[in-house]
Nanobody, 127 residues
Framework: QVQLVESGGGLAQAGGSLRLSCAAS????????MGWFRQAPGEERAFVAA????????RYSDSVKGRFTISRDNAKNTVYLQMNSLKPEDTAVYYC????????????????????WGQGTQVTVSS
């Protein structure tokens, strides 16, 4: 049974940093495309970042590129999202997501492409 558990959310000031963690069980993060999404009140869930299983190729949304970094620790079976230079518009619930299959050759970025989701962690950035 696949389980993704996010942690690390909280309150930060604009310009500050937070690091989110996604601890996975039931799959290996170095065999799956893993992603981060976020959902602000009244808005749809949106892509933030993703990382492939091979060579750690990454993709970011334009709104976070240059500020956020996705990475993984294979030994801990955990994926991270380092968020720097935070802005009030980054306020949202952040979700970790995993592909349904191992060794997919393409990098995913749509909500419908991921089958497994964590419960979410709230990030609030004050101005």
């Amino acid at each position: 049974q696949v389980q993704l558990v996010e942690s690390g959310g909280g309150l930060a000031q604009a310009g500050g940093s937070l690091r989110l963690s996604c601890a996975a069980s039931g799959l290996f993060v170095n065999r799956r495309v893993m992603g981060w999404f976020r959902q602000a009140p009244g808005e749809e869930r949106a892509f933030v970042a993703a990382i492939t299983w091979n060579a750690g190729v990454t993709r970011y949304s334009d709104s976070v590129k240059g500020r956020f970094t996705i990475s993984r620790d294979n030994a801990k079976n955990t994926v991270y999202l380092q968020m720097n230079s935070l802005k009030p518009e980054d306020t949202a619930v952040y979700y970790c997501a995993a592909d349904r299959t191992d060794y997919r050759g393409s990098l995913l970025s749509s909500v419908g492409a991921f089958d497994y989701w964590g419960q979410g962690t709230q990030v609030t950035v004050s101005s």
